[in-house]
């Protein structure tokens, strides 16, 4: 159980990383080296970041519903790709151990700023590629989304970028349109690992409701800064904060 001063910081945190992924993302960047340092083990810090975000993952999914509008073959593949992933995701995390996945913890966290240092040159190469881009058939993308989901379902900071660059290369379509279907795609994996996570006893429930709350606080915030704030700044920002908890996590081993 975390002190008064402990639920402060996890749901300031949270606050921040609601507004942060509704402006550039990568608020698990913010969130989970936080409950690491209030003294969370590693996986239980892990599930209980992603049982707590999980609601922004369906506010930002409702706000894009309608570009979602003629997309419900995709939907039925990528969606039950996207959550089988998600699923297998979070069996590996549970069964790989805390000391596996605090071995690999900064390792993950230098891939997913990376990741999020990129996001602005794969859109601009998805707005590049969509004029001479030729249609393919959506269930080209099933196996490639699987394979994304079970990255998410194990740690999921990241995985944006990655389902919208699959989406980008396999489907013909506006970057609009594919952003919402990798909005989609993104709720299916981590609703998928939450309900997983939920009954794996490892969820710190006083501290995931706190974080739930901040998290729906921080995306209304961050959705009325929508315009006021660069993006590119705020991912700039998260992309080195990302780097140096890394590199700490990395150097203290």
């Known amino acids: 159980m975390l002190s008064p001063l402990g639920f402060a910081l996890a749901g300031l945190a949270a606050v921040a990383a609601g ?18 340092a209030l003294g969370l083990p590693a996986v239980a810090a892990n599930v209980t970041n992603t049982v707590a975000l999980c609601p922004g993952y369906l506010g930002a999914t409702l706000a894009q519903r309608g ?22 995701g979070g069996v590996l995390l549970l069964t790989s151990g805390e000391r596996t996945f605090r071995a690999l913890v900064p390792f993950l966290i230098l891939l997913a700023s ?3 240092a990129v996001q602005e040159p794969v859109r601009a190469w998805l707005l590049a590629r969509a004029g001479h881009a030729h ?11 699987a394979l994304a989901a079970v990255y998410g379902g ?6 944006s970028v990655i389902v919208l ?26 609703v998928a690992a939450a309900l997983l996570f939920v009954f794996s006893h490892k969820v710190v429930w006083a501290t995931a409701l706190v974080m739930a709350v901040g998290a729906l606080a921080g995306g209304a915030i961050g959705g009325r800064l929508a315009g006021r704030v660069a993006p590119r700044t705020l991912r700039r920002i ?13 150097v203290r081993g």
């Open 19 to 36: 507004a942060v992924n509704a402006l550039a993302g990568g608020g698990t960047l913010i969130t989970f080296p936080v409950l690491l």
């Open 114 to 116: 990376g990741l999020l």
């Open 165 to 190: 660059a699959v989406l980008g290369l396999l489907l013909d379509d506006t970057l609009t349109r594919l952003n919402a279907l990798k909005q989609s795609v993104s709720l299916a994996v981590n």
């Open 67 to 88: 570009d979602l509008a003629g997309q419900r073959g995709r939907m039925w593949i990528v969606l039950p790709a996207g959550a089988v992933g998600g699923l297998l």
């Open 238 to 250: 998260v992309v080195g904060i990302g780097v140096v908890v890394g590199v700490f996590y990395l």
């Open 154 to 159: 194990y740690f999921g900071a990241g995985l």
């Open 135 to 145: 249609a393919r058939a959506a269930a080209w993308v099933a196996l490639p989304v």
